[in-house]
Nanobody
Framework: QVQLIESGGGLVQAGGSLRLSCAASGRSFRSYAMGWFRQGPGKEREFVAGIRWNGGSTDYADSVKGRFTISTDNAKNTVYLQMNALKPEDTAVYYC???????????????WGQGTQVTVSS
């Protein structure tokens, strides 16, 4: 079993930045890749970014490339999502996710966090 706890959401003005954190724990969380999804008002949940614990390749949705950066801190068992140049359309509940072998678009991951709200005002 893997537990994922997100933090760092909030209200920010357009053009601003936020950093989300996801603390992972559990017996075998290192065997899973990590990622982030989001669900905006009236929208389906969508993939945002993915990464592996060994610092390998990262994946991003086209809508966030160049603005968002996913990273890991292995010593803290934490995954981060640095979000810059935020836009009102980035407003959503952001969910941390764990899946194997990768977190990818279009496939529900094995584990979800509880979600954290990000609101971007115009």
């Amino acid at each position: 079993q893997v537990q994922l706890i997100e933090s760092g959401g909030g209200l920010v003005q357009a053009g601003g930045s936020l950093r989300l954190s996801c603390a992972a724990s559990g017996r075998s969380f290192r065997s899973y890749a990590m990622g982030w999804f989001r669900q905006g008002p009236g929208k389906e949940r969508e993939f945002v970014a993915g990464i592996r614990w060994n610092g390998g390749s990262t994946d991003y949705a086209d809508s966030v490339k160049g603005r968002f950066t996913i990273s890991t801190d292995n010593a803290k068992n934490t995954v981060y999502l640095q979000m810059n140049a935020l836009k009102p359309e980035d407003t959503a509940v952001y969910y941390c996710a764990a899946d194997a072998p990768r977190v990818v678009p279009g496939r529900p991951p094995a584990y979800w966090g509880q979600g954290t709200q990000v609101t971007v005002s115009s």
